[in-house]
């Protein structure tokens, strides 16, 4: 940070130690960029008005105790002078040494949580994290905000982004817990405010995350994602559909968290009634079934299942069944004589049915399978005359 133009002090380092710089006049910031690629933000010291809750700032040049006094908590206007003849003096101009030594989580006026509402996010965010609690009169503040209902004002992208955060932090739940405590997850959905006992959900979808994460199959999961369908289990229909709505999330995670969700959950009331049956899921049939859900849903279904019998099924999915495929491409069909065509898809899905019912084990089970059902008037020179 620099107090004064920190845009010009860039272009001058740039200059002098021939290095790149990347401008941003709107925000009075600026990106060094050494040969060796190292970056160096530059920020000029500023101050940021707020037209409206949620709101984002307009800016102007400020000292550096302003600057400090429009963080979000006073543990974060703690600064380290690096100029020569000050450097490495602690600047402390709002009490953070003090709150960092008794744990506290404090906003530095008044209207903090009007200006920004979604501090009210990152400040149940640090506590969680830290371990530390959040000030009796910032709780009053926080409070208070919420029954204003400032959060209404905030764009869905930037609540979202918050509660991404939260879910993305190794501990989710006590963030969570401590949301719906605040009526903060009812800002994000009218139903969230049913206290629903998450603990079950949560835990169990960390414990089957650790498990895939152990598989180290190289197809990631966002967690993220995982956690956002165990949070919102008590939607449906239209009610989930809004929820993604209000967070205006991308269309591939709205289309996540309704329509493969809701199919995911048909599915899994079918293995349900299925598991009084002797006869377990043919592989073929849990291939087809699953195969059109992401990783994330496959993995809720396993979290939310109270049946270990079913659990199973889905593992066995993810560990045996999702990656098989056929050995022959559309090159080894064309060099066999079949001709061109759009039946070399049907081809293709002949073969992996019959990988996964057990009947073909080798390229060479495939090939003879293709000349026996589909080149009838060619003989295949590796099978045996009949």
């Known amino acids: 940070m620099v107090e004064g133009d920190g845009i010009a002090f860039a272009e001058t380092f740039a200059r002098e130690h021939g290095c790149r710089v990347r401008c941003h006049h709107k ?3 600026a990106v060094i960029i050494f ?12 101050l940021e008005y707020y037209l409206h809750p949620g709101a984002l700032p307009d800016v102007e040049h400020a000292s550096l105790k302003l600057d400090l ?10 600064a380290i002078a690096l100029n020569h003849l000050q450097f490495g ?54 409070r208070s905000a919420v029954r204003l209902g400032v959060l209404e004002r905030v764009s869905g992208k930037r609540l979202a982004n918050e509660l991404l955060l939260i879910l993305a932090e190794r501990e989710p739940l006590p963030a969570l817990e401590r949301l719906a405590a605040f009526d903060l997850l009812k800002a994000l959905h009218p139903s969230l405010a049913r206290r629903a006992d998450f603990n079950v959900g949560f835990n169990e979808a960390r414990r089957v995350m650790d498990w895939y994460d152990l598989l180290y199959t190289g197809r990631p999961c966002r967690r993220q994602l995982c956690y956002l369908l165990v949070l919102t289990a008590l939607l ?7 929820f993604c709505q209000r967070l205006d999330l991308p269309q591939r995670d709205t289309d996540i968290l309704v329509t493969q969700r809701s199919a995911g959950l048909r599915l899994l009331r079918r293995l349900e009634r299925r598991r009084s049956q002797a006869r377990p899921p043919r592989p073929v049939d849990l291939h087809r079934w699953l195969s059109p859900l992401t990783t994330e849903v496959v993995l809720f279904l396993m979290a939310v299942t109270a049946q270990e019998r079913i ?24 060099r066999l004589g079949v001709p061109p065509g759009p039946g070399y898809k049907a081809i293709l899905h002949d073969l992996l049915q019959a990988r996964l019912n057990g009947e073909i084990a080798t ?8 000349a026996r059902k589909y080149l009838p008037g060619q003989r295949n020179d590796n099978q045996p005359g009949e």
């Not at 989580?105 to 400040?123: G, K, Q, W």
């Not at 659990?311 to 064309?334: A, C, E, F, M, N």
């Not at 390229?363 to 293709?370: I, M, Q, W």
């Open 35 to 46: 040969p060796d690629g190292f970056k160096l933000d530059i920020a000029s010291a500023r």
């Open 27 to 29: 925000f009075g910031t």
């Open 236 to 242: 449906a229909g239209e009610g989930m559909r809004g």
């Open 363 to 370: 390229a060479e089970d495939e090939r003879r399978l293709v």
């Open 311 to 334: 659990r199973q099924w889905l593992s066995r999915y993810i560990t045996h069944l999702r990656s098989v495929r056929p050995l022959l491409t559309g090159h080894d069909l064309k």
């Open 69 to 78: 006094y429009r963080r979000d908590f006073t543990i974060n206007t703690l």
């Open 89 to 142: 003096e602690l600047v402390d101009h709002y009490g953070g040494v003090r709150d960092l030594e008794e744990r506290a989580v404090r906003v530095l006026h008044n209207l903090s949580f009007i200006e920004d509402p979604t501090r009210m996010f990152r400040a149940v965010r640090f506590e969680q994290r830290l371990g530390f609690h959040i000030g009796l009169q910032t709780e009053q503040l926080l």
